[in-house]
């Protein structure tokens, strides 16, 4: 059966791209007709300034459009198809009314320089956003400028370089990032103009709080953190991290990736941070649109709120206006106000869940990461032993010595349907698997999840073939990745 | 209370508690110190059912003027124009919108090819050679670039034309504190950039020279010129911004041979959303291909021979090179890609030209109207769809009458150029008819007095 589907699945052809299905003459669009009169543009430029090949876009119907991008989109994955897993992603639910509201012309067609009087309920939805961040996360002050998560660490980053500057402080050239950090943390300390230096994990799965005595130094600009970390783990201590930082003048930052672990549960302004980003993307249900956009707003402690990037949005006399006085911030890090879109998402699901809800998020996120923990420790090694929080890490390692590797395990869970996680990541685990179920999903779900993992588990003993071999029911097998590297094709030559 | 995204339900919560082993979910958070353990209720508003926020959030966005309940003329950066239907419904296809960067790519080939699809289209309007699969948004492209600059040439100086947009250069001026470029603002003469003074600016130690075409106050740079001068200083690097739509009507700024060329594609069936999400787009010649920022999607073959996409050139990006990778950037603005694709798609080779040349006649309809009436519009012809009006009052004030008419007004050039208090950007896109022309002209006037 499985075999009859290969040999099928390979005589499908190559899928056409949307420019091997042009031809001269056809069209999708319509414009209005000029009916002004004509004038010779010509006239206006010197000749080499004038175009003369028209750019190879593509003729196609109406229709043909249609069909092609839905043809594409089957050939897709996302969370309305079926589960996924990915540890450190948070691919929840993203909730239909959300995307109604953002399309209302009242929030999607407003031009960011129109006057503010005119967009007052644009600006009042952002300021009650903020102060709603500002209190989930215990921060004093908000922005939603940062359009990305990445784009809020490095922006929280250079509030927290401008501090020390403000304090004579310009020795401090270096930012502690855990060895389990996701790879945007010492990128953004590079960009920042940092130095990026590795604290170690200790055999719980922990950041080593010695290690972490012996890297601080008169040095340290920021200690960058995850917590839950991204093995799914609380820092437990926190509080003495905290200290041994502040104790050395150095300042906290939040990277907010994990959050939907500790909503109602704990707050990073609680811990000691004292610049935080969140995620909106991934906590608060903004799609993740295959691969953006995002919205990273950045909140931060009374201290540091005069070096937020300007504008800043203030609230007098319930009128609302963008301040652009603000001597010290560390200036615009994006055109206009952020991701406005995003953040009109997030904004809609916080009020679909309220308090209560934000705290049931994490209660069950929390449960469902656990509950399938436990069931898969006993096939799979679990390298560490305590209570997850919203998602935890198994290793491949047993699987590895029957000839089957992680990457395997993923590429078969593609047959069953599922998203697989996200594998080899941390990289201080072997063989990594990176389990992140979220609340949105049944335990209908975790527990067929479960089974299928298990299920290849035993392939690997039985017939690690079907496994080395996966995936069998894909529109396309495995990609050659190296040819892809070593001659690179970056866009489509008419032949 | 059991929420409609939440299926968890209570002998499911039972069930799972005893295989965990304990007895409440408050056990599972016992890791949380006690001194840091949230005790309180979150200060959020309480949850309002399905038709109750509806309602509400309706409310609330009726308050905003917008494009759809006023006729704009309002651009400088953002743009008003034809939203063909079929990318909107494209882009809902959820199969898109809710999937993660497409690492994966047996599962994401729709997602994979869509961008190397956008990453075609690009390369074709730019005239250049690669380009990636997305930016945030123009201005943060530019300051990319920029930075790429510094770091490809050791260089530590980039001169930048006063003649771009002033929030893209607040934004290099912020992304370049980190590796400390020294940004060197190049004045602007009768609305173009001094090319006598980034005559003067230019030595050995810059980096690259950065001018928008056409630039922000609507008029074409003399890219030819611009580039004849910076090729006197090997290694200098030229770097445009250009909005993609004029390309269109003007040579591309490949075929000057430029370095870098990024924008953002708004114009291409993207709503204002009050600024953002919008979709940069960045481009290189092929020399930069390695040191392009963010992700970059290749052909190749599967295990059968069929023809198929995958994520490349990794070795460059945050998650493999960490903090060696060439930028930060991970998230990007892939749907605002896809829904640049589908409108490509939908305009196709010669729709490009015809829109890029009825917003030209439009606007230089505009401009000769504004003209009859007395107005004088400053600089010369050889402008795309904006042009600079001077009125006899603040811009400002002018506006909110306009608002009362039924009008977006344009830009107030006066909050980013002391000199030119009282003077308007107006935007004129292929939407506006000649009679929204003919009253916005007429309303003026009357303002005008």
Redesign the interface.
């Known amino acids: 059966m499985l075999k009859n589907w290969v040999i099928s699945?390979?005589k499908?052809?190559?899928?056409p791209?949307?420019?091997e299905m042009?031809k001269e003459g056809?069209?999708?669009?319509q414009?209005?007709e000029?009916?002004?009169?004509?004038?010779d543009?010509d006239a206006?430029?010197e000749d080499?300034?004038?175009?003369?090949e028209?750019?190879?876009?593509?003729?196609?119907s109406?229709l043909q459009?249609?069909r092609?991008?839905?043809?594409?989109?089957?050939?897709?994955?996302?969370?309305?198809?079926g589960f996924?897993p990915?540890g450190s992603?948070t691919?929840?639910?993203?909730?239909k009314?959300n995307?109604?509201?953002?399309?209302?012309?009242?929030?999607?067609?407003?031009?960011?320089?129109?006057?503010e009087?005119?967009?007052?309920?644009?600006m009042?939805?952002m300021y009650?956003l903020q102060t709603?961040l500002e209190?989930?996360t215990?921060m004093h002050q908000f922005t939603l400028q940062s359009?990305?998560?990445?784009?809020g660490?490095?922006a929280g980053l250079?509030m927290i370089?401008a501090y020390h500057e403000s304090n004579g402080d310009t020795e401090r050239t270096e930012v502690i990032v855990p060895d389990s950090a996701?790879?945007?943390n010492?990128?953004?300390?590079?960009?920042?103009?940092f130095?990026?230096v590795t604290v170690k994990t200790n055999e719980r799965g922990l950041v080593d709080l010695d290690d972490l005595k012996r890297v601080v130094s008169e040095k340290t600009a920021a200690l960058m953190l995850t917590n839950p970390n991204t093995l799914g783990?609380?820092e437990?201590e926190?509080?003495e991290m905290a200290e041994v930082v502040h104790g050395a003048g150095g300042r906290l930052y939040y990277d907010g990736a994990n959050l939907n672990a500790?909503?109602?549960?704990?707050?990073p302004g609680?811990?000691g941070f004292d610049v935080v980003h969140l995620n909106l993307?991934k906590t608060f249900t903004g799609?993740?649109?295959?691969?953006?956009?995002?919205?990273?707003p950045v909140g931060v402690t009374e201290e540091m709120a005069k070096f937020l990037?300007k504008p800043v949005l203030t609230k007098k006399d319930n009128q609302y206006t963008f301040d652009y006085n603000r001597p010290d911030s560390?200036?615009?890090?994006?055109?206009?106000?952020?991701?406005?879109?995003?953040n009109v998402r997030a904004y809609?699901y916080?009020?679909?869940?309220?308090?209560?809800?934000?705290?049931?998020?994490s209660?069950?996120a929390?449960?469902?990461a656990?509950?399938m923990m436990?069931?898969l420790q006993g096939e799979f090694e679990l390298p560490f032993e305590?209570?997850c929080?919203h998602e935890f890490v198994i290793s491949g390692k047993k699987q590895k010595k029957m000839g089957v590797r992680t990457l395997d395990i993923?590429?078969r869970l593609?047959d069953f349907g599922f998203?697989?996680p996200t594998i080899y990541?941390p990289l201080n685990v072997e063989e990594a698997m990176m389990i992140e179920p979220t609340?949105?999903?049944?335990?209908e779900t975790l527990d067929e999840f479960i089974d299928a993992l298990i299920s290849i588990s035993n392939e690997a003993k039985e017939e690690p073939e079907i496994v080395q071999d996966a995936?069998h029911t894909?529109?396309?097998?495995?990609?050659?990745?190296t040819?892809?590297?070593r001659k690179?094709?970056?866009?489509?030559e008419k032949e | 209370m059991q929420h409609r995204y939440i299926p968890m339900t209570e002998t499911d919560k039972k069930e799972m508690l005893d295989t965990v082993g304990v007895t409440s979910t408050d056990e599972l958070f016992a890791d949380i110190p006690e001194k840091v353990r949230f005790r309180g209720e979150l200060n959020v508003k309480p949850a309002k059912d399905e038709h109750e926020l509806t309602k509400e959030l309706t409310q609330l966005a009726a308050k905003n003027v917008n494009t759809k309940s006023h006729v704009s003329f309002l651009g400088a950066g953002v743009y008003d124009h034809y939203m063909p239907s079929v990318v909107d419904h494209m882009i809902s296809r959820s199969e898109f919108y809710t999937a993660y960067t497409p690492y994966q790519p047996e599962i994401s080939q729709g997602e994979l090819q869509a961008i190397f699809e956008f990453q075609t289209m690009i390369c074709e309007l730019t005239g250049m050679d690669v380009a990636n699969s997305s930016m945030y948004d123009g201005g943060t492209a530019l300051a990319e670039a920029v930075n790429l600059s510094a770091g490809q040439t050791k260089r530590s100086k980039v001169l930048v034309s006063k003649a771009i947009h002033p929030e893209s250069m607040d934004v290099i001026k912020t992304y370049t504190a980190g590796p400390n470029v020294e940004v060197v603002e190049i004045d602007v003469k009768d609305g173009l950039t001094d090319l006598d003074h980034l005559k003067a600016e230019l030595d050995d130690n810059t980096a690259s020279v950065v001018v928008q075409y056409p630039n922000f106050y609507g008029q074409m740079e003399p890219l030819k010129e611009v580039q004849e001068l910076v090729g006197e200083q090997k290694k200098t690097m030229t770097i445009v911004s250009s909005n993609p739509l004029a390309l269109g009507y003007l040579t591309p700024p490949g075929e000057f041979g430029v370095d870098i060329v990024v924008g953002d594609t708004q114009v291409f069936g993207i709503p204002a959303q009050f600024g953002g999400p919008h979709c940069g787009y960045f481009a290189t010649n092929k020399k930069l291909m390695r040191k392009v920022p963010g992700r970059l999607v290749g052909q190749t073959v599967d295990d059968d021979g069929r023809r198929g996409f995958v994520l490349t050139l990794q070795a460059r990006e945050q998650h493999i090179r960490r903090d060696k990778a060439t930028s930060n950037i991970c998230s990007n603005q892939a749907l605002n890609a896809l829904a640049t694709s589908v409108f490509l798609s939908v305009i196709g080779k010669r729709g490009i030209q015809e829109m890029a040349t009825k917003n030209m006649k439009k606007a230089r309809y505009a401009k000769k109207a504004l003209e009859d009436a007395g107005f004088e519009v400053l600089y010369s012809n050889r402008f795309f769809n904006e042009f600079v009006v001077k009125l006899d009052q603040d811009v400002n004030h002018v506006n909110n009458q306009l608002i009362d008419k039924g009008f977006i007004g344009g830009f107030d050039l006066g909050k980013v150029d002391e000199s030119l208090k009282n003077h308007m950007l107006i935007a004129v896109t292929e939407i506006r008819t000649k009679e929204e022309i003919d009253q916005f002209v007429k309303e003026l006037g009357d303002i005008h007095g």
């Open positions: 699945m390979a499908e052809k190559d899928f791209l949307i420019f042009s056809r069209k999708g669009y414009l209005p000029l009916d002004v009169p004509d004038v543009l206006d430029f080499e300034y004038i175009r003369k028209a750019p190879e876009l593509p003729e196609v109406e459009i249609v092609h991008y839905t043809a594409l989109s089957k050939r897709n994955h996302g969370i309305d198809s996924y990915l992603c691919m929840k639910y993203n909730p009314v995307e109604e509201i953002v399309r209302l012309p009242g929030f999607s067609f407003v031009h960011p320089y129109q006057a009087e005119t967009a007052q309920g644009a009042e939805l009650d709603s209190n989930i215990g359009a990305a998560g990445a784009q660490e490095w250079m370089r996701h790879g945007t010492p990128a953004s300390a590079a960009v920042a103009g130095k990026a783990l609380f437990e926190i509080i500790i909503m109602g549960y704990a707050r609680d811990m993307h799609p993740h649109g295959g691969g953006g956009p995002g919205s990273g990037p560390i200036g615009r890090i994006k055109p206009y106000y952020g991701n406005f879109g995003i809609t916080i009020r679909s869940m309220g308090p209560d809800g934000l705290k049931q998020v209660e069950n929390v449960l469902n656990n509950y436990r069931r305590q209570h929080k993923a590429k593609l998203h697989p990541f609340e949105t999903e049944s335990k995936p894909t529109v396309v097998s495995r990609m050659d990745e040819l892809a590297a690179p094709v970056l866009k489509y």
